[in-house]
């Protein structure tokens, strides 16, 4: 090899690294192995330091009561958090707090670590890869099953995808996906408002994957689910979990006992607790505010 040709292609992968800013990136799919192969771009998600969302002494007050408190939460790429606490803790507010929805009056909110998410509006915040679902089923009642899966993709952030009416081979395969984890498959014709509560719910988180979201947020995912249709979701969950991450925030403590890795408990705007399901339900702060009601 020719001396001055490896100088000169030394210089060029010098000068393009410095034009990238080559920073690794966590390769969730590898199983969190960090991988150098592709060069860090701005505004992508950086999950090197093992985090994908990270609040830092968040709070805010409605006409001076103070609904967050200097609440601080770390969460891991593809972990499955569970949130409890009282009603009026804390805990539909620091979803809104994730998803724009509501701005802090102070403190840090990142997504990675490099994405401050208080510079980002609802929409924009969405398009990145935070879905949440809402305590209420939100499914166009009036289209099939397969049309509000359909529709979630026209809806996706990517530009492409909403140019074309007919799916192409790839989202098809997607859609059949969904369909098969959200247990609809054999519903895939029948109108939305005819299936049940529970089955909503499902075609609701459904829409969501079809967007294929890093983050998902779900608030009290299993309120008025039947029993049966509460273990599906459970099953549903864990199956979705290391796939992305998914913030559950759930009363249903039969519920959080089939689903839980690490539970935290928030209260009066903070975490009182954290820890595996046994742990913190033996905690006497949580005993006293919460479970033993
Ligand atoms: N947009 C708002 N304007 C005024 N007050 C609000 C607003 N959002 C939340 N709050 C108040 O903040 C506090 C926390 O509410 P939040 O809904 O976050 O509790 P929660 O933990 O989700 O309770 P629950 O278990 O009942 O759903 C409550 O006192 C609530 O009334
Ligand atoms: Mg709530």
Known sequence: MNPELMKSGAQRLAAFQEKQKLTPVVNTESGGNVSLSRPYKAGELDLVHGRILYLEDVSVSFDGYRALNKLSLDIAPGELRCIIGPNGAGKTTMMDIITGKTRPDEGQVYFGSTINLLRY????IAAMGIGRKFQKPTVFEKLSVFENLELALKT????RSSLFFKLDSEQSDKLA????TIHLADHVLRMAGDLSHGQKQWLEIGMLLMQEPR???LDEPV???TDDETDRTAELLLQLKGKHCLIVVEHDMKFIA???DIVTVLCEGSVLA???LEQVQSDERVIESYLGR
């Open 156 to 159: 996706a952030k990517d530009v």
């Open 274 to 276: 954290q820890g595996k």
């Open 258 to 260: 089939a689903i839980s």
């Open 177 to 180: 996906e969904v369909l098969h």
């Open 121 to 124: 509006n609802e929409p924009q």
């Open 223 to 225: 309120a008025g689910m």
């Open 215 to 217: 983050v998902l947020l």
